[in-house]
């Protein structure tokens, strides 16, 4: 046998042999594909429920009569349960947005004073704010599902209050007393801060700061409001 005929047949055989020997190897599977986790988006329309606890105080003389200037405030304190309804955009990890919402209150207290006007008489005042509603931007920072915003914007107050006379008795505004009682809507500013964390896609849970005050009418209102609420968004 030529040397050329040799090394050609010791070559095929080596290859031969490999084969069968790469053949009995266990196989690899294939490495997994990576497949990034997309971040959570805030973009969307959102409706919620949100309920708290409010306190302040109140000088509830201008919605007896105007011409009580003088400051009898108290405190004031309850709770409120309301609705919310709202749309924000986020671009990058800034979100822009707008909500309004409407409340249910039971935010009230009671104090005696002697009026200045009214020599001699002395009234039991009550007051309560109804209702409460506000309308709002809100400005944001993702940190994917976690939200931190401020908010700021215009609020109303839907407030009542009275008069009872523990002695003396005098005209009262138009009205006559001892059942001296009005009630209006007062308008205001809302300013506060919170922090939202969405749970899915689509429904979230807050909990916000908002202080509250009216900036309009004889009956000054200051209130501050710890609340906590759920939204729904759609299109998550």
Request: neutral net charge; aromatic residues 12%; contains cysteine.
């Amino acid at each position: 046998m030529s040397i050329r005929r040799f090394l050609a047949t010791a070559f095929g055989a080596t290859i031969v042999a490999g084969t069968a020997f790469a053949a009995d190897l266990p196989q690899r599977s294939a490495p997994p594909m990576f497949t990034p986790v997309s971040a959570y988006n805030w973009t969307g329309l959102y409706v919620g429920a949100n309920a708290g606890y409010g306190w302040g105080r109140q000088n509830p003389l201008g919605l007896i009569a105007p011409q009580f200037s003088q400051n009898n405030s108290f405190s004031l304190s309850g709770g409120l349960f309301g609705g919310t309804i709202g749309g924000q955009v986020q671009v990058g990890h800034v979100v822009l947005g707008v909500e309004a919402d409407g409340a249910w209150a039971n935010i009230g207290g009671s104090a005696t004073a002697n009026i200045a006007a009214l020599p001699g008489t002395t009234l039991r005042l009550r007051s309560e704010d109804e209702s409460f509603f506000t309308a709002r931007s809100r400005v944001g920072y993702a940190l994917d599902n976690w939200l931190l915003y401020t908010t700021f914007g215009v609020a109303v107050f839907e407030g009542a209050s009275g008069g009872t006379v523990l002695s003396g008795a005098v005209p009262c505004g138009c009205l006559r007393l001892p059942n001296c009682a009005n009630s209006q809507f007062r308008p205001g500013v809302a300013a506060g801060l919170g922090v939202e964390y969405g749970f899915t896609p689509n429904w979230s849970a807050k909990v916000e700061y908002l202080w509250a005050g009216a900036v309009a009418g004889a009956s000054t209102d200051s209130l501050s409001i710890v609340r906590a609420g759920l939204n729904y968004r759609f299109g998550g």
